[in-house]
Nanobody, 125 residues
Framework: QVQLVESGGGLVQAGGSLRVSCAAS????????MGWLRQAPGKEREFVAA??????????RYSDSVKGRFTISRDNAKNTVYLQMNSLKPEDTAVYYC????????????????WGQGTQVTVSS
């Protein structure tokens, strides 16, 4: 079964940068849509970013709140997906979850088939 393990979360000042990583194992391949979701205290889980393999190239999608600041990428050789977060804001504070699904809709909807344990990202003001 697919297993996702996040790492790289931590505390960063507003305006700073952080990169979180997700190591995938247990049957994932390039056909899986990989992504990131986040959940802040008292708020619903929300979509952050996704990356899919379309026409032999990676296609990315971002929520409006992070577009231009965050970059999702994947290293197929390492079976790892990354989320580079720049210009961080206090409202980015949340638990960030790696996500995987066979298709895009469930990831974008915040309901992927698989997800990891999460990594805490805290942005101080």
């Amino acid at each position: 079964q697919v297993q996702l393990v996040e790492s790289g979360g931590g505390l960063v000042q507003a305006g700073g940068s952080l990169r979180v990583s997700c190591a995938a194992s247990g049957g994932t391949d390039s056909r899986y849509v990989m992504g990131w979701l986040r959940q802040a205290p008292g708020k619903e889980r929300e979509f952050v970013a996704a990356i899919s393999w379309v026409t032999w190239r990676d296609t990315t999608r971002y929520s409006d709140s992070v577009k231009g600041r965050f970059t999702i990428s994947r290293d197929n050789a390492k079976n790892t997906v990354y989320l580079q977060m720049n210009s961080l804001k206090p409202e980015d504070t949340a638990v960030y979850y790696c996500a995987a699904d066979r298709t895009t809709p469930n990831v974008v909807a915040g309901n992927p088939s698989y997800w990891g344990q999460g990594t805490q990202v805290t942005v101080s003001s």
